[in-house]
């Protein structure tokens, strides 16, 4: 496993363990028996760098990672959590909130944590309720060993809160396609040159630079044939420097032995492959419908709308022109389908990527159903 020097002088590993998307037994459920392995698996093989919050799976997240990490020695991983402000209203529910996260994870610090998903209505919301004061208070008590803040808004409101204080680390969606999404290439920058060091989510976008199309594999493989998609998503984030830990959320442990290679074997990236994922960088742009990353903060839609994978399936069709085989499993979404979208808005409220969701998903279904009923 390749490290890099972080925050105050902690060692961590390049990849990090996004305790996010777990993976699921038939019936939906978290199949807790893999997820062991899995991590047991990526620490064992050098991974020290264990990402969940409070609102993943519906606070199992924390609590299947405590139990996980409790059995190795409390300095040997590093663990980072997140105060989700909107799920809490007061300083009091932020005392219980937080106390919750040490007893869930088991431990009496916490490594790393975050002010969660930032954006200009979460970060008014913080200091006007006071939650900074008490963060800070837990930082300088040694509780919280590093503070910083994740981030999904434009780069103006990147800019203000970056520049609050001086932080140990910043969060954000980075990766080949996003270049001029949120932060973007030009909040990369603006955290260097503040030495604020960075931690990548969504490397992959939600899997869809695993997922590219014919064209897009092809101009890889011709440099490349062994190589994974995933791995030249991840080698193009640790070739920038100020990259420390790039955040994984894998779901089966085929995915979780392919990232700890490409980081046991970790080169930059050539002149030539940087042109490569240029050029594919330039496909997916012409081709994909939205920036959905399959998050889930949307869900569950009060009318049973699987707001994800319609999104997944419309760019999926776009992205690969199997119209065929994508439309048809929109078909068998029936009850979830976005014909179900009473246009509530709720999800657009919570979207960190600003989606115009209630649009898209009257779109996509115009284009899906015009489309089958052409045939």
Known sequence: MQYRKFAKNDHVSILGFGMMRFPNKEDGSIDEELLEKMVDYAYENGVNYFDTAQVYYNDKSEILT???????????????????????????ELDE??????????????????LHALNKEYWEKIINMGAMDYIVDKYEKGIIKNLGFSFHDDYETFEKIIKYRKWDFCQIQYNYLDTEVQAGDRGYKLAEELGVELVIMEP???????????????????????????????????????????????????QTIDNVNSANLFEPLTEVEQEAVKKVRKAILAAQRNGCTGCEYCMPCPFGVNIPRNFRIWNMGALTGNYEKEWKRYSQLADADASHCMQCGSCEAVCPQSLNIISDLASLHKEITDYINNK
Not at 74 to 90: A, E, G, H, P
Not at 97 to 114: A, E, G
Not at 218 to 238: G, V
């Open 66 to 92: 405590g139990k996980i990490l409790s059995k190795y020695p409390r300095n040997s991983y590093y663990v980072t959590d997140k105060l989700s402000i909107w799920v809490v209203n007061s300083l009091e």
């Open 204 to 254: 992959n976008k939600g899997g869809l630079l695993c997922r590219l199309p014919e064209i897009c594999v092809e101009e890889f493989k011709n440099i490349n044939p062994d190589a994974s998609q995933a791995n030249w998503a991840l080698r193009w984030l640790w070739s920038k420097t100020n990259c420390k830990v790039v955040l994984s959320g894998m779901s089966d442990m085929e």
């Open 97 to 114: 909130f937080f106390n919750n996260q040490l007893r869930k994870l088991q431990v009496d610090y916490i490594d790393y944590y975050l």
